[in-house]
């Protein structure tokens, strides 16, 4: 049996059989993943990709990590948080043009207490009863969450960023601990969120195994949501010498999610978008059905600079939604603003 049919039929992958679809130069095995995947997508979701608006609440983050060109070391990233205001408008605009998911990101800005994200998720509840609420906020207390959770909000994202916790020490600063991060994700499942986890394709000290470990977990934790794309070498990190991570390896790695957890909601993420003018579209193809356009207010779009050349930042929200509409049509798929829940 091929490998493909092979993964499909079992839902696993082995390590060799990840090993020779990562390096493959055969385009017909390659044709053959992908269009396995987008089938899984297909009996599953038709070919409807949900439209989610993000909102990026901050640019200051408390942390460290050595990829992301937000960390705190980083004294030239220009720093901005929306008001509460600001926050609402984003929202209003966002369910003027039809979204009804909305996804509050920032970075882990102490501003945003529970106190203020509470009445901010009470709010937004309160205003669009019919609306998802996902938060991408990163690690807080499991009360924190709990709390949230309890004003109104129902999915989270947080990407594990690495399966492998040596890798993880590579990545970020020795204060941030693999098995906290693993605790917030199993604290947001058990809360009831719908929860998304993720990693970067490409990002250093990677390595087949490391891959092995990301799929293997989330094979075990079954998130509702995966969020990957590749790693985006940035200036003012430790990490602006690296080579980028590689589309074609993202769009294997989208595949293969795919084939292995079918009812996955998967992002074709701006990252992807970023390194490829057609990088969302591919990853739509090759089995993504989430995509983001971005709601943020323009005047702080290019602040929000995780990585370097970020797409979508000099567009109107209304701009980027055609955009993305446009985009997803022409490849022949349609796109929906419909909450798009996890389908069991
Ligand atoms: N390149 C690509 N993705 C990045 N992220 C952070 N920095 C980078 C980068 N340089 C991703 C991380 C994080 C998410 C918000 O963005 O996986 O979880
Ligand atoms: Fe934002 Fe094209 S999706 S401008």
Redesign the pocket.
Same mark, same amino acid.
């Given at each position: 049996m091929n490998i493909v049919d092979h993964i499909r039929e079992t839902r696993d992958v082995t390590r060799d059989e990840l090993e020779s679809i990562l390096t493959t130069n055969d385009k017909e095995s390659i044709e053959y993943l992908r269009r396995a995947a987008r089938a899984e997508a297909d009996a599953i979701y038709g070919n409807k990709i949900f439209m989610r608006g993000l909102v990026e609440l901050s640019s200051y983050c408390k942390n460290d990590?050595l &990829?992301?060109?937000l960390r705190r070391s980083n004294k030239e990233a220009v720093r901005y948080r929306l008001t509460e205001e600001e926050i609402y408008e984003c929202c209003e605009t966002g369910h003027s043009l039809g979204f009804r998911t909305f996804v509050l990101?920032g970075g882990e800005d102490a501003w945003f207490n529970d106190e203020r994200m509470c009445r901010i998720v009470g709010t937004i509840r309160e205003r669009y009863p019919d609306c998802a609420i996902t938060l991408?906020l990163g690690e807080r207390s499991r009360e924190s969450y709990q709390a949230l959770y309890d004003a109104g909000a129902n999915r989270y994202l947080?990407?594990h960023?690495t399966a492998d916790s040596e890798h993880y020490a590579r990545l970020h600063p020795a204060e941030l601990s693999w098995q906290h991060r693993m605790d917030c994700l199993q604290a947001l499942k058990e809360i009831g969120y719908q929860v998304g986890c993720? !990693?970067?394709v490409g990002?250093p000290y990677q390595t087949i195994d490391t891959l092995y470990r990301d799929l293997q977990f989330i094979r075990s934790f079954q998130p509702q949501m995966v969020?990957i794309?590749? !790693?985006? =070498? $940035?200036h003012n $990190?430790p !990490?602006e010498g690296f080579p980028n991570?590689k589309v074609e390896a993202t769009l294997r790695l989208l595949a293969l999610i795919r084939l292995l957890h079918p009812h996955v909601l998967l992002p074709a993420t701006t =990252?992807l978008g970023t390194l490829h003018p057609k990088g969302r579209e591919l990853g739509i193809q090759f089995g993504a059905n989430v995509i983001m356009p971005n709601l943020s207010p323009r005047a702080h779009r290019k602040d929000y600079a995780? &990585?370097?050349n970020k797409i979508c930042t000099g567009e109107e929200a209304a701009e980027c939604r055609a955009c993305t509409e446009q985009r997803i049509r022409k490849i022949g798929f349609e796109s929906t603003v419909d909450r798009g829940d996890y389908k069991e």
């Open positions: 990590c &990829y992301c060109g990101q991408s947080l990407r960023e993720g !990693f970067m990002s969020g794309g590749p !790693f985006v =070498a $940035t $990190t !990490f991570g =990252a995780i &990585y370097d």
